[in-house]
């Protein structure tokens, strides 16, 4: 590929190689709703600490691996290639957190989750708060004197699609402010799980089946040491925004990779399955929709790894935010048709849970809806056109 380094190759190799090591589990995972057994997870967790691929986000001087945007973009795309989330194990800890982690944050929490010691979770959206996360209920109050004589927030909402609950052991919260200077505005609080009054409400089941569950989780009169207060008071957004300009990126590269597995997959199955006395891939309407699959995807993936390099460049935040928008939509989107055609091509065998054109099919589905709904990208897209200018937000410059 163009423009690679030999290091930027080899740990797109290495971590194709690891990916294909999950690939023959993918069947017993997705009808075991998702859970392999506990020691094939464990050795699937050691093998992506053993990669050198765990925590390509986060710098080395954190304990992570300090990979540019663009190598981040070249693992998390093998990691889209497989299904149920079993390369969820390479994980991307809160990389957003670097800058503003206190000494206590750091070695409590975010030191320990790049060595792979700890997990996180994110409890944002709630029921009436998911595309316009400003309009939150749950409320964050200062105690000034606190249970133990110390500062505490004590936090009272209901939070929803919590993703990971089941598996982690520390969460974010995102709340906003009862009283005080910044009333009003959202704070961002790391709290240890379990904590007294945090409960899950229930565990809905959802369309893929992988092993992290997504519940609804109350929080009541829940005591968080201040603390554990994630940067300032006012700046819950702040986090939020940077965490979605990087996952935004990154699910663009999972789709990317899903896209092109299942360009594999249905052409490999359209030159090998005979109908009516010829190969399927010779009929011009299921060669169209192979074709069609390639030239978007190889689009899709050169503006990926352009935004990447942009990121690395250092170009402006707010640009970086339109074009982190623009791949998400345009990678999600794409990897949804290539699912619906890999589908088509593979007929009857693509409709059974066994056939990996009927899992990326289900699985895709939601990389349209988190992390922003498609029409929320076109909306920061559209807002960047008109305030940047579209020289600006396309780099023409
Ligand atoms: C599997 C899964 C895992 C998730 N994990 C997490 C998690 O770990 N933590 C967390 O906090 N959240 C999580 N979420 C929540 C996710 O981020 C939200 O579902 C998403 O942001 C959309 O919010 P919503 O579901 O409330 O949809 P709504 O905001 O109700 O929007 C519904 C639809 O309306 C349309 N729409 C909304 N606003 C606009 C607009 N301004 N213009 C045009 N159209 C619009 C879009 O089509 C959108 O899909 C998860 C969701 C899912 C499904």
Redesign the pocket.
């Known amino acids: 590929m163009t423009g690679l380094s030999e290091h930027d190759l080899d740990i797109r190799r290495r971590a194709r190689e690891f990916t294909d090591t999950l690939i023959p589990y993918e069947v017993e995972a997705e009808l075991a709703g998702g859970t392999l057994p506990a020691e094939t997870t464990e050795r699937f967790h050691q093998a992506a600490l053993d990669s050198g691929l765990y925590a390509t986000n986060i710098p080395e001087s954190v304990g992570g691996r300090g990979f540019t945007s663009l190598q981040q973009v070249l693992v998390q795309e093998q990691v889209g290639r497989v299904t149920n989330g079993l390369a969820w194990c390479l994980h991307t800890p809160p990389q957003w957190w670097v800058e503003v982690a206190t000494d206590e944050q750091l070695e409590r929490w975010l030191r320990p989750a790049a060595a792979g010691h700890r997990h996180e979770?994110?409890?944002?959206?709630e029921e009436h708060?998911?595309?316009?996360v400003s309009d939150l209920a749950t409320t964050a109050r200062l105690d000034p004197t606190g249970s133990t004589g110390e500062p505490e927030y004590v936090v009272n909402g209901v939070?929803?699609?919590?993703?990971?609950y089941n598996l982690a052991d520390y969460c974010f919260v995102q709340a906003v402010l009862t009283d005080g200077e910044h009333a009003g505005e959202h704070v961002l609080l790391v709290v240890d799980l379990p904590t007294s009054g945090i409960e899950v409400v229930r565990t809905p089941a959802?369309s893929?089946n992988i092993a992290d569950h997504?519940p609804i989780v109350s929080f009541t009169d829940v005591r968080i040491p201040a603390t554990q207060l994630v940067g300032q008071e006012g700046q819950g957004m702040t986090f939020t925004q940077d965490w979605f300009r990087f996952e935004r990126v990154m699910v663009a590269a999972r789709c990317v990779g899903a896209a092109s597995r299942l360009l594999d997959e249905m052409t490999t199955f359209a030159g090998e399955r005979v109908v009516g006395g010829q190969r399927l891939g010779d009929y011009q309407l299921v060669t169209a929709m192979l074709a069609d699959s390639a030239a978007e995807l190889y689009a899709a993936r050169a503006a990926l790894y352009e935004t990447a390099r942009a990121i690395d460049a250092g170009e402006d935040r707010k640009v970086l935010h339109a074009r982190a928008s623009m791949v998400k939509l345009l990678c999600s989107e794409l990897a949804g048709r290539v699912a619906d055609r890999a589908v088509q091509v593979f007929g009857g065998r693509g409709y059974m849970r066994e056939n990996v054109a009927e899992r990326m099919f289900r699985e895709l589905r939601?990389e349209r809806?988190?992390?922003?709904?498609?029409?929320?990208q076109r909306?920061i897209v559209g807002q960047q056109l008109l305030r940047r200018g579209t020289a600006a937000v396309l780099g023409e410059g």
Not at 121 to 125: E, G, K, L, R, S
Not at 369 to 375: F, K, L, N
């Open positions: 979770c994110y409890a944002i959206t708060a998911g595309s316009d939070k929803w699609h919590v993703t990971s959802y893929h997504h939601v809806i988190w992390e922003g709904a498609s029409e929320i909306v």
